[in-house]
C-alpha cells in the first residue's frame, strides 16, 4: 500500500505550530535560539536519544541532567569507568543501551577526535546507534534532510493516512511518505513531530481540533483517529519461574555479585538466583541456613515475565567468595536494576 504518492505532511503548518509550542528539554535548542544561531551539541542530543529509546520523556529528565552533571563532555563519559556508567543508569532499563552508550563515546574520541560524524551514514558506524538514533542526531543537529520515524510518528502517521494495517507491515511506505515531507528545518520537523505525537496525537488521546496536521488527516476527518495504529496479534508472553535469596551478615549486610557480562542485565549487580525456567523447581539454596520465604515478585521482560519466590537469611560470610557484602543505607548507590530493587523490597530491603 505504497503512501508516498498521498498528499505529504504540511511541514510549514507544523514548523508554525513548534514555534508557538516546541517542549522545553534540557537536551533540546528552542526553535527561536536555532534561528539565532545557536546549534545543538550532537553529545547532549546523542545522549537523549539513547536514554529516550524505550523510555518517557518524564523518566529521562532526571537521568539526562545526572549524567551530564557528572560527564559534561564525550571525553569525560569515554573516560568513566563502565561499572561507574552502569551504576547511574540503573533503572532506565535495557543495559545494553548504556554498555553500547560507553563503547560509543570511546570511539567517538578514539576515532574522531572527540567530534561526532555529521551524516547519519557516519553516525551509523558507532557502536550502539541504529538507522532512528543516526536519523534523530543528523536531523536535530546538522539539519540532513531526513525522515526521522520513531513510535510515535508511527501512530501519527497511521492516523493521518489511515492506514488500516499494523504500522510493522507499511514502515518503509510510511518512511518514504514522511521523507517526501521534510523541509529546510529538518531538526526543527523532526522534534516538532515527536512533540505532536507525544502531545496532541497521543496514544489514548488525540486532540485534533487544536493540531496542525487536522485539515489533512484522513482518520480526522473519518472522526476515528483512535482506531489508528491497527494493533498487530498480540502473543502471549511466556513465563519463566525462579528463587531469589537474599543473604545478610550478623550485621545486617546484604550479599551482592555482579551478573555474567553477556546475556540479559550484562554486567549489573544482583543477589543470587536459580535458573530461571519453564517448570517450578524446587529451591536450591546456596548456602545452609535458616531460610525464610518473604514472598514473591513479577517483572515484566520485553519477551517473558519473570515471577520470583524471594527467600532470606543470616548468614555466615564464609563461602562466598565471588561478590561483597553492601551496607543496606548504600543500596541505592549500587547497580541494581529494578528486577533485584523489586527483590530486596520484598525482603524488606528497599
Not at 69 to 91: H, M, N, Q, S, Y
Not at 112 to 139: D, E, K, N, R
Not at 245 to 262: E, F, I, S
Not at 275 to 292: I, K, M, N, Q, S
Request: hydrophobic share 45%; aromatic share 8%.
Amino acid at each position: 500500500m505504497p503512501l508516498s504518492h498521498h498528499h505529504p505532511v504540511d511541514s510549514s503548518a507544523v514548523l508554525d505550530w513548534y514555534d508557538l509550542h516546541a517542549r522545553d528539554l534540557p537536551w533540546r535548542v528552542s526553535p527561536g535560539d536555532r534561528r539565532a544561531g545557536i546549534s545543538p551539541d550532537p553529545y547532549r542530543v546523542w545522549l537523549s536519544e539513547v536514554m529516550l529509546q524505550q523510555t518517557t520523556v518524564a523518566a529521562v529528565k532526571a537521568y539526562f541532567l545526572r549524567f551530564t552533571g557528572l560527564w559534561p563532555t564525550v571525553f569525560d563519559l569515554a573516560a568513566a569507568p563502565l561499572d561507574a556508567v552502569l551504576r547511574e543508569w540503573a533503572g532506565l532499563g535495557y543495559y545494553a543501551r548504556a554498555r553500547n552508550l560507553h563503547a560509543c563515546a570511546q570511539a567517538v574520541v578514539k576515532e574522531h577526535g572527540g567530534v561526532f560524524p555529521q551524516s547519519s551514514a557516519g553516525l551509523q558506524a558507532l557502536p550502539g546507534i541504529g538507522a532512528y538514533t543516526s536519523a534523530a542526531i543528523a536531523a536535530i543537529c546538522f539539519d540532513e534532510p531526513i525522515a526521522v520515524l520513531d513510535g510515535n510518528l508511527d501512530r501519527v502517521l497511521a492516523r493521518f493516512y489511515a492506514v488500516p494495517v499494523p504500522v510493522r507491515e507499511v514502515k518503509d511506505d510510511l518512511r518514504a511518505a514522511l521523507q517526501a515531507s521534510v523541509p529546510k528545518r529538518a531538526g526543527d520537523f523532526a522534534q516538532a513531530m515527536m512533540d505532536l505525537g507525544a502531545t496532541i496525537c497521543a496514544p489514548r488521546n488525540a486532540s485534533c481540533l487544536i493540531c496542525p496536521l487536522q485539515p489533512g488527516c484522513i482518520a480526522a476527518r473519518e472522526g476515528t483517529p483512535l482506531l489508528y495504529p491497527v494493533k498487530p496479534a498480540k502473543a502471549e508472553k511466556p513465563v519463566r519461574r525462579g528463587h531469589a535469596y537474599v543473604m545478610r551478615d550478623a550485621a545486617g549486610d546484604v550479599y551482592l555479585q555482579t551478573r555474567p557480562a553477556k546475556g540479559l542485565l550484562a554486567s549489573m549487580t544482583e543477589v543470587p538466583t536459580s535458573p530461571w525456567v519453564a517448570e517450578p523447581a524446587e529451591p536450591d539454596f546456596p548456602l545452609t541456613a535458616e531460610w525464610r520465604r518473604c514472598g514473591s515478585i513479577v517483572h515484566v521482560f520485553t519477551h517473558f515475565r519473570l515471577e520470583l519466590d524471594v527467600w532470606s537469611a543470616v548468614v555466615a560470610p564464609e563461602g562466598l567468595e565471588h561478590g561483597w557484602w553492601a551496607e543496606p543505607a548504600t543500596l541505592g548507590r549500587e547497580a541494581l536494576p529494578t528486577l533485584f530493587r523489586k527483590v530486596l523490597a520484598e525482603a524488606g530491603l528497599s
